[in-house]
């Protein structure tokens, strides 16, 4: 009597979530073993903004870019993200800088296993895995800019696959 899978079971992909994450584990190390300089080449104008708003409400002078005007302008998720990252650093730095960039290439690497599960209950493994490697390959150019498309692109997939495993086995005219 053969057992059939649950699309829900997960167990015997294993091996190719692991190597989802060490894929996302070396570009991770990649990113951090670049001298501040390239990381800052690579850090889009807009993150900078971020970063520095985000230190000012952890040193309680609230929601401003240069101490004096306060401003609104930016994804507060994103934001509310970086504000832990500045608890632990409050004076800023290179350290929590390149913190987001961890942050951001964890969020990657969670949106590519999320969106692999989210393959496999209609896909084969291979299929899954390719789709998978496609998104960590152009995620790690988009994803790690300083902004917050990791986390757009992690709550995106995360949704989507909630909405898939809540709704698979419904009939459409209910």
């Given at each position: ?29 990649l990113w951090n073993a670049l001298s501040l300089r390239g990381l800052i080449q ?35 998720l994103w934001l509310f993200v970086l504000l832990p990252i500045f608890a632990l ?41 390719l789709v998978s490697l496609v998104w960590i390959s152009w995620g790690s150019r ?33």
């Amino acid at each position: 009597m053969t057992k059939e899978k649950s699309p829900h079971c997960y167990l015997n992909d294993n091996a190719l979530m692991i190597a989802l994450a060490a894929i996302a584990l070396l570009a991770l190390s990649l990113w951090n073993a670049l001298s501040l300089r390239g990381l800052i080449q690579i850090t889009a104008d807009d993150a900078f903004y971020y970063l520095e708003i985000a230190q000012n409400v952890i040193q309680g002078k609230g929601s401003t870019f240069d101490g004096i005007h306060l401003t609104n302008g930016y994804q507060p998720l994103w934001l509310f993200v970086l504000l832990p990252i500045f608890a632990l650093f409050p004076s800023g730095g290179e350290i929590p800088f390149r913190l987001a960039f961890v942050l951001q290439s964890v969020l990657g690497a969670l949106s590519a296993m999320v969106l692999y599960r989210l393959l496999r209950l209609g896909f084969r493994k291979t299929t899954s895995l390719l789709v998978s490697l496609v998104w960590i390959s152009w995620g790690s150019r988009y994803f790690i800019t300083g902004m917050e498309t990791a986390l757009y692109a992690f709550v995106l997939v995360i949704t989507i696959w909630f909405w898939v495993v809540r709704f698979h086995n419904r009939d459409v005219a209910e």
